[in-house]
Protein backbone atom coordinates (compact mmCIF):
# COMPACT_ATOMS: atom_id res chain seq x y z
CA UNK A 1 0.00 0.00 0.00
CA UNK A 2 1.53 3.20 -1.01
CA UNK A 3 0.14 6.27 1.80
CA UNK A 4 1.43 9.06 0.13
CA UNK A 5 -0.65 7.53 -2.63
CA UNK A 6 -3.99 7.60 0.10
CA UNK A 7 -2.99 11.11 1.07
CA UNK A 8 -3.02 12.88 -2.28
CA UNK A 9 -6.54 11.70 -3.14
CA UNK A 10 -9.17 14.52 -2.91
CA UNK A 11 -12.11 14.75 -0.89
CA UNK A 12 -15.38 13.61 -2.73
CA UNK A 13 -17.00 17.90 -2.11
CA UNK A 14 -13.35 18.76 -3.47
CA UNK A 15 -13.79 16.43 -6.44
CA UNK A 16 -17.29 17.04 -7.41
CA UNK A 17 -16.60 21.34 -6.78
CA UNK A 18 -13.88 20.69 -9.59
CA UNK A 19 -16.12 19.30 -12.29
CA UNK A 20 -16.77 21.99 -14.18
CA UNK A 21 -20.26 20.56 -16.05
CA UNK A 22 -22.80 23.58 -15.87
CA UNK A 23 -25.19 21.06 -17.39
CA UNK A 24 -24.75 18.10 -14.86
CA UNK A 25 -26.45 18.08 -11.28
CA UNK A 26 -24.93 18.63 -8.26
CA UNK A 27 -26.34 15.43 -6.64
CA UNK A 28 -24.76 13.50 -10.28
CA UNK A 29 -21.67 15.03 -9.61
CA UNK A 30 -21.31 14.41 -6.16
CA UNK A 31 -22.62 10.23 -6.95
CA UNK A 32 -19.73 10.28 -9.90
CA UNK A 33 -16.76 12.19 -7.59
CA UNK A 34 -17.70 9.23 -4.85
CA UNK A 35 -17.64 6.47 -6.97
CA UNK A 36 -14.06 7.40 -8.73
CA UNK A 37 -12.36 7.80 -5.54
CA UNK A 38 -14.05 5.24 -3.61
CA UNK A 39 -12.64 3.14 -6.89
CA UNK A 40 -9.19 5.02 -6.69
CA UNK A 41 -8.77 4.25 -2.83
CA UNK A 42 -9.59 0.71 -3.36
CA UNK A 43 -6.64 0.15 -6.17
CA UNK A 44 -4.28 1.48 -3.59
CA UNK A 45 -4.84 -0.03 -0.95
CA UNK A 46 -4.62 -3.03 -3.36
CA UNK A 47 -1.29 -2.67 -4.03
CA UNK A 48 -1.90 -1.32 -7.45
CA UNK A 49 -0.01 0.95 -9.67
CA UNK A 50 -2.18 4.37 -9.52
CA UNK A 51 -2.15 7.47 -11.34
CA UNK A 52 -3.83 9.86 -9.21
CA UNK A 53 -3.71 12.64 -11.99
CA UNK A 54 -6.45 10.48 -13.83
CA UNK A 55 -9.15 10.91 -11.17
CA UNK A 56 -10.79 14.37 -12.50
CA UNK A 57 -11.08 12.99 -16.17
CA UNK A 58 -12.47 9.98 -15.21
CA UNK A 59 -14.74 11.28 -12.73
CA UNK A 60 -15.81 13.74 -15.30
CA UNK A 61 -16.18 11.00 -18.02
CA UNK A 62 -18.53 9.10 -15.75
CA UNK A 63 -20.50 12.14 -14.53
CA UNK A 64 -21.42 13.41 -18.26
CA UNK A 65 -22.24 9.22 -19.18
CA UNK A 66 -24.80 8.91 -16.14
CA UNK A 67 -26.12 12.28 -16.46
CA UNK A 68 -28.68 11.48 -19.38
CA UNK A 69 -30.83 8.58 -18.91
CA UNK A 70 -29.44 5.16 -19.79
CA UNK A 71 -32.29 3.61 -21.36
CA UNK A 72 -32.29 5.12 -24.71
CA UNK A 73 -33.47 4.56 -27.92
CA UNK A 74 -31.13 2.39 -30.35
CA UNK A 75 -31.37 1.60 -33.94
CA UNK A 76 -31.33 -2.19 -34.39
CA UNK A 77 -29.17 -3.22 -37.36
CA UNK A 78 -28.17 -6.31 -35.71
CA UNK A 79 -29.59 -9.01 -37.73
CA UNK A 80 -32.09 -10.07 -34.88
CA UNK A 81 -36.06 -9.36 -34.84
CA UNK A 82 -37.00 -10.01 -31.24
CA UNK A 83 -33.77 -8.81 -29.56
CA UNK A 84 -33.60 -9.51 -26.07
CA UNK A 85 -31.31 -7.29 -25.63
CA UNK A 86 -33.17 -4.24 -27.22
CA UNK A 87 -36.10 -5.59 -25.43
CA UNK A 88 -37.36 -8.09 -27.79
CA UNK A 89 -40.71 -6.82 -29.80
CA UNK A 90 -40.71 -3.31 -31.32
CA UNK A 91 -43.85 -1.56 -30.29
CA UNK A 92 -45.75 1.56 -31.54
CA UNK A 93 -46.18 4.87 -29.32
CA UNK A 94 -48.61 3.94 -26.43
CA UNK A 95 -50.83 6.79 -25.55
CA UNK A 96 -51.83 6.31 -22.38
CA UNK A 97 -48.39 5.93 -20.95
CA UNK A 98 -47.97 10.05 -20.19
CA UNK A 99 -51.54 10.46 -18.65
CA UNK A 100 -54.04 8.35 -16.32
CA UNK A 101 -55.49 5.56 -17.62
CA UNK A 102 -58.87 3.42 -17.25
CA UNK A 103 -57.03 0.90 -15.39
CA UNK A 104 -59.14 -0.32 -12.80
CA UNK A 105 -62.47 2.05 -13.44
CA UNK A 106 -65.83 0.76 -14.50
CA UNK A 107 -66.70 4.31 -16.68
CA UNK A 108 -70.09 3.37 -16.98
CA UNK A 109 -70.87 2.87 -13.04
CA UNK A 110 -67.60 4.73 -11.13
CA UNK A 111 -67.01 1.62 -9.76
CA UNK A 112 -63.63 -0.89 -9.02
CA UNK A 113 -62.82 -2.46 -12.35
CA UNK A 114 -60.50 -5.31 -13.27
CA UNK A 115 -57.18 -4.76 -15.79
CA UNK A 116 -57.40 -8.03 -17.12
CA UNK A 117 -61.01 -6.84 -18.81
CA UNK A 118 -58.72 -4.85 -21.17
CA UNK A 119 -57.24 -8.10 -23.10
CA UNK A 120 -58.97 -10.98 -21.31
CA UNK A 121 -62.22 -10.99 -24.23
CA UNK A 122 -59.44 -10.26 -26.97
CA UNK A 123 -57.31 -13.07 -26.20
CA UNK A 124 -60.32 -15.57 -25.58
CA UNK A 125 -61.89 -14.24 -29.27
CA UNK A 126 -57.98 -14.99 -30.55
CA UNK A 127 -57.28 -18.41 -29.15
CA UNK A 128 -60.66 -19.96 -28.11
CA UNK A 129 -59.87 -19.91 -24.43
CA UNK A 130 -62.71 -20.09 -22.06
CA UNK A 131 -60.90 -17.39 -19.92
CA UNK A 132 -57.16 -15.70 -19.39
CA UNK A 133 -55.19 -13.76 -16.75
CA UNK A 134 -52.20 -11.54 -17.89
CA UNK A 135 -49.13 -11.36 -15.74
CA UNK A 136 -45.74 -10.07 -15.93
CA UNK A 137 -43.99 -12.34 -18.04
CA UNK A 138 -43.78 -15.88 -19.05
CA UNK A 139 -41.86 -17.34 -15.99
CA UNK A 140 -44.48 -16.01 -13.57
CA UNK A 141 -46.76 -17.74 -15.73
CA UNK A 142 -45.98 -20.87 -15.48
CA UNK A 143 -44.79 -20.38 -11.88
CA UNK A 144 -47.96 -19.05 -10.56
CA UNK A 145 -49.78 -21.83 -12.66
CA UNK A 146 -47.86 -24.48 -11.19
CA UNK A 147 -48.28 -23.16 -7.48
CA UNK A 148 -51.74 -22.40 -7.82
CA UNK A 149 -53.05 -25.72 -9.13
CA UNK A 150 -50.37 -28.63 -8.17
CA UNK A 151 -48.10 -27.30 -5.18
CA UNK A 152 -47.61 -30.51 -2.45
CA UNK A 153 -48.41 -32.90 -6.08
CA UNK A 154 -46.26 -34.28 -8.72
CA UNK A 155 -45.46 -32.75 -12.10
CA UNK A 156 -44.47 -35.12 -14.94
CA UNK A 157 -41.45 -33.05 -17.19
CA UNK A 158 -39.94 -35.01 -20.37
CA UNK A 159 -36.05 -34.86 -20.01
CA UNK A 160 -36.19 -33.36 -23.28
CA UNK A 161 -37.78 -30.57 -22.11
CA UNK A 162 -36.29 -29.16 -19.36
CA UNK A 163 -35.15 -26.43 -20.48
CA UNK A 164 -32.46 -23.36 -19.59
CA UNK A 165 -33.92 -19.83 -20.76
CA UNK A 166 -32.10 -16.98 -20.46
CA UNK A 167 -30.75 -15.63 -17.19
CA UNK A 168 -29.06 -19.67 -15.83
CA UNK A 169 -33.00 -20.41 -14.84
CA UNK A 170 -34.07 -23.49 -15.69
CA UNK A 171 -37.36 -25.44 -16.15
CA UNK A 172 -36.69 -28.15 -13.36
CA UNK A 173 -35.87 -25.73 -11.25
CA UNK A 174 -39.35 -23.55 -11.37
CA UNK A 175 -41.14 -26.96 -10.84
CA UNK A 176 -39.50 -27.26 -7.94
CA UNK A 177 -40.11 -23.86 -6.59
CA UNK A 178 -43.27 -24.08 -7.41
CA UNK A 179 -44.05 -26.48 -4.82
CA UNK A 180 -43.88 -29.48 -6.90
CA UNK A 181 -42.05 -32.60 -7.11
CA UNK A 182 -40.52 -33.10 -10.32
CA UNK A 183 -40.93 -36.90 -12.38
CA UNK A 184 -38.59 -36.94 -15.31
CA UNK A 185 -39.72 -39.28 -17.82
CA UNK A 186 -37.98 -40.36 -21.27
CA UNK A 187 -34.96 -39.21 -22.84
CA UNK A 188 -33.16 -36.14 -24.27
CA UNK A 189 -34.26 -37.13 -27.90
CA UNK A 190 -36.97 -39.96 -27.26
CA UNK A 191 -39.94 -39.94 -24.60
CA UNK A 192 -43.05 -41.67 -25.94
CA UNK A 193 -46.63 -41.28 -24.26
CA UNK A 194 -45.95 -44.92 -22.17
CA UNK A 195 -43.10 -43.17 -20.44
CA UNK A 196 -45.44 -40.32 -19.07
CA UNK A 197 -48.01 -43.19 -18.64
CA UNK A 198 -45.38 -45.39 -16.17
CA UNK A 199 -44.65 -42.10 -14.11
CA UNK A 200 -48.66 -41.65 -13.47
CA UNK A 201 -49.69 -41.86 -9.75
CA UNK A 202 -52.15 -40.84 -6.77
CA UNK A 203 -49.66 -37.88 -6.30
CA UNK A 204 -49.44 -36.51 -10.09
CA UNK A 205 -51.12 -33.32 -10.34
CA UNK A 206 -49.96 -31.89 -13.86
CA UNK A 207 -48.45 -33.18 -17.25
CA UNK A 208 -46.14 -30.58 -18.11
CA UNK A 209 -45.12 -29.74 -21.83
CA UNK A 210 -42.31 -26.80 -22.02
CA UNK A 211 -41.79 -26.22 -25.90
CA UNK A 212 -38.11 -25.88 -26.14
CA UNK A 213 -38.11 -22.58 -27.96
CA UNK A 214 -34.39 -21.74 -27.44
CA UNK A 215 -32.63 -25.39 -29.24
CA UNK A 216 -33.34 -27.70 -31.59
CA UNK A 217 -33.36 -31.78 -31.11
CA UNK A 218 -33.00 -33.14 -34.34
CA UNK A 219 -32.12 -36.90 -35.89
CA UNK A 220 -33.32 -39.73 -33.68
CA UNK A 221 -36.06 -37.62 -32.04
CA UNK A 222 -40.00 -38.50 -30.99
CA UNK A 223 -42.57 -37.06 -28.39
CA UNK A 224 -46.02 -37.39 -28.18
CA UNK A 225 -48.59 -35.02 -29.75
CA UNK A 226 -50.29 -32.53 -27.41
CA UNK A 227 -53.46 -33.78 -27.44
CA UNK A 228 -52.32 -37.47 -26.68
CA UNK A 229 -50.90 -35.75 -23.18
CA UNK A 230 -54.01 -33.79 -22.72
CA UNK A 231 -55.93 -37.14 -23.29
CA UNK A 232 -53.71 -39.19 -20.74
CA UNK A 233 -53.96 -36.72 -18.25
CA UNK A 234 -57.28 -36.70 -18.19
CA UNK A 235 -57.38 -40.23 -17.59
CA UNK A 236 -56.13 -39.82 -14.61
CA UNK A 237 -57.71 -36.25 -13.20
CA UNK A 238 -54.83 -34.40 -13.68
CA UNK A 239 -54.38 -31.05 -15.56
CA UNK A 240 -52.39 -30.80 -19.06
CA UNK A 241 -50.65 -27.58 -19.00
CA UNK A 242 -48.65 -26.80 -22.04
CA UNK A 243 -45.70 -23.77 -22.14
CA UNK A 244 -45.82 -22.33 -25.44
CA UNK A 245 -43.21 -20.03 -25.27
CA UNK A 246 -43.86 -17.83 -28.17
CA UNK A 247 -46.96 -16.78 -28.09
CA UNK A 248 -47.84 -17.17 -31.63
CA UNK A 249 -50.92 -16.30 -33.35
CA UNK A 250 -50.33 -16.53 -37.49
CA UNK A 251 -49.03 -18.94 -39.65
CA UNK A 252 -45.16 -18.50 -39.65
CA UNK A 253 -44.46 -20.70 -42.78
CA UNK A 254 -46.07 -17.83 -45.13
CA UNK A 255 -42.53 -16.24 -44.19
CA UNK A 256 -40.78 -19.20 -45.26
CA UNK A 257 -40.15 -19.70 -41.68
CA UNK A 258 -40.65 -23.27 -39.71
CA UNK A 259 -44.20 -23.74 -38.25
CA UNK A 260 -45.06 -23.14 -35.13
CA UNK A 261 -47.84 -23.97 -33.17
CA UNK A 262 -50.21 -21.66 -32.30
CA UNK A 263 -52.24 -20.55 -28.86
CA UNK A 264 -55.59 -21.61 -30.51
CA UNK A 265 -54.32 -24.90 -31.66
CA UNK A 266 -52.71 -25.34 -28.30
CA UNK A 267 -56.23 -24.96 -26.37
CA UNK A 268 -57.65 -26.84 -29.39
CA UNK A 269 -55.45 -29.80 -28.93
CA UNK A 270 -56.81 -30.29 -25.03
CA UNK A 271 -54.79 -28.27 -23.26
CA UNK A 272 -56.14 -27.42 -19.38
CA UNK A 273 -53.44 -24.55 -19.21
CA UNK A 274 -51.81 -22.88 -22.03
CA UNK A 275 -48.68 -20.37 -21.09
CA UNK A 276 -46.73 -18.24 -23.49
CA UNK A 277 -44.60 -15.03 -24.06
CA UNK A 278 -46.42 -11.51 -25.43
CA UNK A 279 -42.80 -10.24 -26.50
CA UNK A 280 -42.06 -12.85 -28.52
CA UNK A 281 -43.61 -14.22 -32.01
CA UNK A 282 -47.03 -12.52 -30.35
CA UNK A 283 -44.91 -8.98 -31.10
CA UNK A 284 -46.39 -7.34 -27.54
CA UNK A 285 -44.89 -6.42 -24.80
CA UNK A 286 -43.09 -8.34 -22.03
CA UNK A 287 -46.01 -10.45 -20.72
CA UNK A 288 -47.21 -13.50 -19.40
CA UNK A 289 -50.00 -15.02 -21.02
CA UNK A 290 -52.75 -17.80 -19.06
CA UNK A 291 -55.03 -19.78 -21.23
CA UNK A 292 -57.47 -22.45 -20.02
CA UNK A 293 -60.65 -23.84 -18.72
CA UNK A 294 -62.63 -21.39 -16.73
CA UNK A 295 -61.89 -22.81 -13.48
CA UNK A 296 -58.66 -22.96 -13.73
CA UNK A 297 -57.57 -19.89 -14.74
CA UNK A 298 -59.77 -18.22 -11.85
CA UNK A 299 -58.35 -20.53 -8.83
CA UNK A 300 -54.55 -19.23 -10.39
CA UNK A 301 -55.93 -15.88 -10.74
CA UNK A 302 -57.25 -15.98 -6.55
CA UNK A 303 -53.74 -17.35 -5.44
CA UNK A 304 -52.04 -14.69 -3.28
CA UNK A 305 -48.83 -14.73 -5.48
CA UNK A 306 -50.86 -13.17 -8.29
CA UNK A 307 -50.77 -9.89 -6.88
CA UNK A 308 -47.02 -10.29 -6.78
CA UNK A 309 -46.52 -10.75 -11.04
CA UNK A 310 -49.68 -8.70 -12.02
CA UNK A 311 -49.16 -6.92 -15.27
CA UNK A 312 -48.37 -3.34 -15.28
CA UNK A 313 -50.84 -0.29 -17.29
CA UNK A 314 -48.04 0.31 -19.65
CA UNK A 315 -47.48 -3.76 -20.89
CA UNK A 316 -52.02 -3.82 -20.98
CA UNK A 317 -51.99 -1.16 -23.24
CA UNK A 318 -49.42 -2.64 -25.29
CA UNK A 319 -51.00 -5.92 -25.07
CA UNK A 320 -54.32 -4.73 -26.11
CA UNK A 321 -52.96 -2.47 -29.13
CA UNK A 322 -51.64 -5.69 -30.36
CA UNK A 323 -54.17 -8.41 -30.05
CA UNK A 324 -56.62 -5.36 -31.75
CA UNK A 325 -54.23 -5.96 -34.57
CA UNK A 326 -55.13 -9.26 -34.85
CA UNK A 327 -58.63 -9.21 -33.98
CA UNK A 328 -58.69 -6.68 -37.27
CA UNK A 329 -56.92 -8.58 -39.45
CA UNK A 330 -54.49 -6.14 -39.40
CA UNK A 331 -51.27 -7.97 -37.96
CA UNK A 332 -49.06 -7.00 -40.65
CA UNK A 333 -48.70 -3.16 -38.87
CA UNK A 334 -46.94 -5.00 -36.03
CA UNK A 335 -43.40 -4.64 -36.27
CA UNK A 336 -42.54 -7.65 -35.76
CA UNK A 337 -44.28 -9.50 -38.46
CA UNK A 338 -43.66 -6.20 -40.85
CA UNK A 339 -39.97 -6.71 -40.68
CA UNK A 340 -40.31 -10.47 -41.25
CA UNK A 341 -42.91 -9.57 -44.64
CA UNK A 342 -40.65 -7.11 -46.19
CA UNK A 343 -39.18 -8.56 -49.59
CA UNK A 344 -35.54 -9.10 -50.41
CA UNK A 345 -35.63 -6.57 -53.11
CA UNK A 346 -37.18 -3.40 -50.43
CA UNK A 347 -34.31 -4.88 -47.68
CA UNK A 348 -31.48 -5.10 -50.75
CA UNK A 349 -32.63 -0.77 -51.73
CA UNK A 350 -31.80 -0.29 -47.69
CA UNK A 351 -28.40 -1.82 -47.74
CA UNK A 352 -27.76 -0.42 -51.23
CA UNK A 353 -28.55 3.47 -49.52
CA UNK A 354 -26.02 2.37 -46.26
CA UNK A 355 -23.33 1.13 -48.66
CA UNK A 356 -23.79 4.74 -50.79
CA UNK A 357 -23.07 6.30 -47.52
CA UNK A 358 -20.40 4.33 -46.22
CA UNK A 359 -18.44 4.68 -49.85
CA UNK A 360 -15.11 2.43 -50.25
CA UNK A 361 -14.94 -0.70 -48.68
CA UNK A 362 -18.68 -1.80 -48.43
CA UNK A 363 -19.65 -5.39 -49.14
CA UNK A 364 -23.18 -5.80 -49.81
CA UNK A 365 -23.88 -9.40 -49.19
CA UNK A 366 -26.89 -11.73 -48.20
CA UNK A 367 -27.75 -13.21 -44.83
CA UNK A 368 -30.45 -14.28 -42.40
CA UNK A 369 -32.36 -12.25 -40.44
CA UNK A 370 -33.12 -14.19 -37.44
CA UNK A 371 -36.14 -13.95 -35.02
CA UNK A 372 -33.99 -14.23 -32.06
CA UNK A 373 -35.24 -14.41 -28.29
CA UNK A 374 -35.40 -18.25 -28.29
CA UNK A 375 -38.24 -18.40 -31.25
CA UNK A 376 -37.68 -20.57 -34.42
CA UNK A 377 -33.80 -21.29 -33.68
CA UNK A 378 -31.30 -21.91 -36.60
CA UNK A 379 -33.78 -20.39 -39.11
CA UNK A 380 -34.71 -16.85 -40.14
CA UNK A 381 -36.17 -14.56 -42.78
CA UNK A 382 -33.24 -14.34 -46.01
CA UNK A 383 -31.86 -10.54 -45.92
CA UNK A 384 -29.77 -8.23 -47.52
CA UNK A 385 -26.99 -6.51 -45.87
CA UNK A 386 -24.09 -4.23 -45.78
CA UNK A 387 -20.62 -4.84 -44.10
CA UNK A 388 -18.44 -2.18 -43.43
CA UNK A 389 -14.52 -2.33 -43.55
CA UNK A 390 -12.52 -0.57 -41.43
CA UNK A 391 -9.43 0.21 -39.53
CA UNK A 392 -10.93 -1.54 -36.39
CA UNK A 393 -13.98 -3.42 -36.56
CA UNK A 394 -14.23 -3.39 -32.78
CA UNK A 395 -13.40 0.45 -32.55
CA UNK A 396 -16.29 1.37 -35.13
CA UNK A 397 -18.89 -1.30 -34.13
CA UNK A 398 -18.24 0.78 -30.63
CA UNK A 399 -18.47 3.90 -32.05
CA UNK A 400 -21.76 3.31 -33.65
CA UNK A 401 -23.44 2.02 -30.46
CA UNK A 402 -22.49 5.15 -28.87
CA UNK A 403 -24.60 7.06 -31.73
CA UNK A 404 -26.92 4.69 -30.96
CA UNK A 405 -26.69 2.04 -33.86
CA UNK A 406 -26.60 -1.79 -33.32
CA UNK A 407 -24.87 -3.72 -35.55
CA UNK A 408 -22.35 -7.25 -35.51
CA UNK A 409 -19.18 -7.78 -36.48
CA UNK A 410 -18.27 -11.13 -38.63
CA UNK A 411 -15.23 -11.91 -40.38
CA UNK A 412 -13.47 -8.36 -39.58
CA UNK A 413 -16.84 -6.40 -40.42
CA UNK A 414 -19.02 -4.64 -39.23
CA UNK A 415 -22.56 -5.97 -40.89
CA UNK A 416 -25.90 -3.49 -40.57
CA UNK A 417 -28.90 -5.45 -41.50
CA UNK A 418 -31.83 -2.97 -42.18
CA UNK A 419 -34.82 -5.16 -41.97
CA UNK A 420 -35.68 -3.89 -39.29
CA UNK A 421 -35.12 -0.41 -39.64
CA UNK A 422 -37.70 2.39 -39.97
CA UNK A 423 -37.64 4.72 -42.94
CA UNK A 424 -36.35 7.71 -39.90
CA UNK A 425 -33.93 5.68 -38.82
CA UNK A 426 -32.05 4.54 -41.47
CA UNK A 427 -31.81 8.19 -43.05
CA UNK A 428 -29.91 8.79 -39.77
CA UNK A 429 -27.59 5.94 -39.96
CA UNK A 430 -27.01 7.44 -43.18
CA UNK A 431 -25.79 10.47 -41.98
CA UNK A 432 -23.99 8.13 -38.86
CA UNK A 433 -22.26 6.76 -41.76
CA UNK A 434 -20.87 9.79 -43.71
CA UNK A 435 -19.43 11.15 -40.71
CA UNK A 436 -18.04 8.42 -39.40
CA UNK A 437 -16.61 7.09 -42.72
CA UNK A 438 -14.77 10.60 -42.73
CA UNK A 439 -12.54 9.05 -39.55
CA UNK A 440 -10.67 6.26 -41.87
Known amino acids: ???GKLRQLPSVDETARQLDLAEVSEPVRVFAARTVVEQYRAAILAGEAVAVEGLLSEAKELALRIASPS?????????????????????AALPAQSSYASLEIDEASGARG?????VGWLLQELTGAEDALVVNNCAAAVFLALRALCAGGEVVLSRGQMVEIGGSFRMPDVVREAGCDLVEVGCTNKTRLSDYKRAMSGETRAVLRCHPSNFKVVGFTEEPAPASLAG????????????????????TTQFNLPRERTLKEAVQDGADIVTASGDKLLGGPQAGLILGKRDLVARIAHHPLARAVRVDKLALEGLEQVLRLYLEGRWTEIPTWRYA???????????GRLANAWGLGATIGDGLTEMGSGSLPGTGVPTRRVGLSSRSAMSLSARLRARGVIGRIEDGLVWLDPRTCEPSELEAVEAILKEEAKTQ
Request: proline share 2%; hydrophobic share 40%.
Open 1 to 3: MDV
Open 71 to 91: LRPLINLSGVILHTGLGRARL
Open 114 to 118: DRQAH
Open 232 to 251: LAHEYGCVFIDDLGSGCLVD
Open 341 to 351: SRTIDEVGQMA
